[in-house]
C-alpha cells in the first residue's frame, strides 16, 4: 500500500494567503483566485507583447523618431537658456517656457532641430497667441547676434529637408550629449 505524503503550506500567488495544496503544482487557492490570477498573467503577456509590437514599430517609424529629437532638442534649448527671459518680449516672469523657433520648422525643416534658431520663448503670449512674436524676435537676435546672422537664417529659411532616421537618431546623441554636458556644468 502507498503512502500519501501529506503537501506542505504554500502560499497562494494571487491573495497571498497560506492553503494546502491538492496537488503539487497548485499555485493558487481558490477557483476565484485562480480567474485572477490567470487573467492578470495574460494581461501581463499582452503588455510585453504589445510593448515589443510597438518598439520594432517605433525603429521604422520617422514621426517617432522626429517628435523624439524635437523633445530632446527643446529640453536642451530651455536648459540652455535657463537664466534668460523670452527671447521676443524679454519677460522673466514664472510662466510656462518653450522652444521657439524664428524660422518655423513647418516653413524651413532644415532649420527644425538647429539651435541657431531656437531660443526660450514664452509659450502662451510670444509663441502661440502672437504666433513667435517675430517682429520682436528678429530684433533681439540682431541685437544679440548681428544682422548676419540673421540674414543666413533667412536664407536658410526655406530650405526643405527630409530627416532620415539615422539623421534624427544623431540628433538626438547629439543634443543628449550637449543636455548632460549643460547639467554637469550646473
Known amino acids: 500500500m ?10 497562494c500567488r494571487w491573495c497571498k494567503q497560506l492553503f494546502i495544496p491538492a496537488q503539487s503544482l497548485q499555485v493558487v487557492c481558490t477557483p476565484q483566485c485562480a480567474h485572477a490570477y490567470a487573467k492578470s498573467k ?3 503577456s499582452y503588455k510585453a507583447e504589445t510593448r515589443a509590437m510597438r518598439k520594432k514599430l517605433n525603429e521604422s517609424n520617422v514621426k517617432y523618431w522626429a517628435d523624439k529629437a524635437k523633445t530632446v532638442c527643446h529640453d536642451y534649448i ?3 537658456d535657463k537664466l534668460k527671459g523670452c527671447i521676443s518680449c524679454g519677460t522673466t516672469a514664472d ?3 518653450a522652444a521657439g523657433h524664428f524660422i518655423p520648422s513647418g ?18 503670449y510670444c509663441n502661440k497667441n502672437m504666433s513667435g512674436n517675430v517682429r520682436l524676435y528678429r530684433m533681439a537676435l540682431v541685437r544679440d547676434y548681428g544682422e ?6 533667412e536664407r536658410i529659411g526655406h530650405t526643405k529637408k527630409t ?7 544623431e540628433v538626438i546623441e547629439y ?3 550637449k543636455l548632460k554636458e549643460l547639467n554637469n556644468a550646473n
Not at 148 to 153: A, G
Open 163 to 169: 530627416w532620415k532616421i539615422p539623421e534624427l537618431q
Open 42 to 44: 495574460r494581461e501581463k
Open 107 to 124: 516653413r524651413a525643416s532644415a532649420l527644425r532641430y538647429d539651435e541657431r534658431n531656437i531660443f526660450k520663448q514664452c509659450n502662451n
Open 2 to 11: 502507498a503512502v500519501i505524503k501529506q503537501l506542505k503550506d504554500k502560499k
Open 95 to 97: 510662466v510656462q517656457y
Open 175 to 177: 543634443y543628449k550629449a
Open 148 to 153: 548676419e546672422y540673421v540674414q543666413e537664417l
Open 78 to 80: 530651455k536648459k540652455r
